[in-house]
């Protein structure tokens, strides 16, 4: 039987690889890392390493694993006391950690709207929100991306209670959502605003404490993502709300509920994460610096380049094969880029995505100009 399964997965794999589908796991080991969310570099400082062993030596009674989910044996004083004070950071009422962002989103969309009630989602939101809106018993409509008369005209014809869905810094194009006018137009038409801020969190802003914290908004959005797996170099994630929505999801979000919770050095390294993120204001100045010293040297390349202000930058390179063939040659000169294909994003939009780090270098940027032209 096992074996009559294995072909049909073989066969679906081949069907994948003629495609030029087929996922892999690779290393990027010894390359110029211009993939990870490593945003601060704060995943190899060696600062950051010291605090986090001083941390372990100084809790020796910490116990390695949680135990069990947050409701049974999983709690402890060290998570309640991290969600307060990540919340108080962010000006939020409450805070509630999730094992990681997916679980987050996966968590919050599939038990926060109820039959009749309708989700409004940007059509670029992240693969975590489509699987959470999948679970939902709600109306999911998407509108055209950052464009607000599309989100107006949805938002006239809704009923029920209704949720907008938006990502501060969208993950594949880099650029920000107008979060000012959707949050005006939420307000206008009585809908709940959800911005996720899970590329946002660690570089936008001058503390980084992502766009809403930014734009002084706070009490415009009924919740917000921040994940620590990206610029925090850590784990997990925090939905910020009110204490009736921590409640809410400690009682309806499945994820929450029947999973193990993070071990608690995990909460002592996301809250530690935030306190060297806020005293390092200059790992972000060196990030946006690279940032504008990257857009002014790629003006002239023989390519389209994305317009965007952020740490995620993106030379299209129309045809899945095509952009395979450029990330391949890149890789081969030293450089850690990773080719975006269709359908991730639509036919003709294939692209090498770059993500730079406040510890790239201008050199490594010029080598990769050279290299594309
Ligand atoms: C916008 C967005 N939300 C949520 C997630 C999931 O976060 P995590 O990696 O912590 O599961 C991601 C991950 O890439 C993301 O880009």
């Not at 009559?4 to 994948?16: V, Y």
């Not at 014809?157 to 869905?165: A, I, K, P």
């Not at 610029?231 to 925090?238: D, E, K, N």
């Not at 530690?272 to 857009?295: D, P, V």
Request: hydrophobic share 40%; net charge negative; with cysteine.
């Amino acid at each position: 039987m096992s074996k009559q399964i294995n072909h049909t997965l073989s066969h679906k794999l081949q069907s994948r690889a003629d495609r030029g589908l087929l996922r892999k796991l690779r290393t990027g080991d010894g390359l110029v890392d211009l993939c990870s969310n490593d945003y601060l570099g704060l995943a190899r400082d060696e600062k950051f390493k010291l605090l986090l062993l001083r941390l372990t030596v100084d809790f020796p009674d910490d116990m390695t694993g949680a135990t069990g989910s947050r409701l049974l044996a999983g709690n402890t004083q060290i998570a309640e006391g991290v969600e307060a004070e990540i919340a108080k950071i962010h000006k939020a009422e409450a805070g509630l950690i999730f094992n990681s962002g997916y679980d987050a989103n996966l968590g919050l969309f599939g038990c926060i709207a109820d039959e009749g009630d309708t989700i409004l989602y940007d059509e670029l939101v992240h693969a975590s929100i489509h699987d959470g809106l999948k679970l939902s018993k709600a109306n999911n409509i998407a509108f055209k991306h950052n464009d607000l008369g599309d989100l107006e005209e949805k938002l006239k014809q809704t009923h029920g209670q209704v949720f907008v869905s938006v990502e501060s810094v969208y993950s594949m194009d880099g650029d920000f959502a107008l979060l000012d006018e959707i949050a005006v137009l939420c307000e206008l038409h009585n809908a709940a605003l959800i911005v996720d801020e899970a590329h946002a969190t660690g570089f936008v802003g001058e503390t980084g404490l992502g766009l809403v914290n930014h734009l002084g908004i706070e009490d415009k959005c009924f919740a917000r993502l921040h994940t620590f797996g990206k610029a925090l170099a850590s784990h997990g994630a925090i939905i910020l709300g009110s204490n009736t929505l921590r409640n809410y999801l400690t009682n309806y979000a499945r994820p929450f509920i029947y999973s193990t919770a993070l071990p608690p050095h995990a909460y002592r390294q996301a809250l530690a994460a935030y306190w060297y993120m806020l005293g390092n204001h200059q790992k972000i100045e060196q990030l946006y610096s690279l940032i504008n010293y990257y857009r002014e040297k790629t003006k002239g390349l023989p390519y389209q380049v994305l317009d965007s202000p952020s740490a995620i930058q993106g030379i299209v390179v129309p045809g899945n094969a095509e952009v395979r063939a450029l990330a391949q040659k890149l890789e081969e000169k030293g450089f850690d880029t990773r080719p975006i294909v269709s359908p991730t994003i639509p036919k003709g939009a294939e692209r090498i995505r770059i993500c730079l780090h406040s510890f790239n270098t201008t050199a490594e940027i010029d080598r990769l100009i050279t290299e594309l032209k």
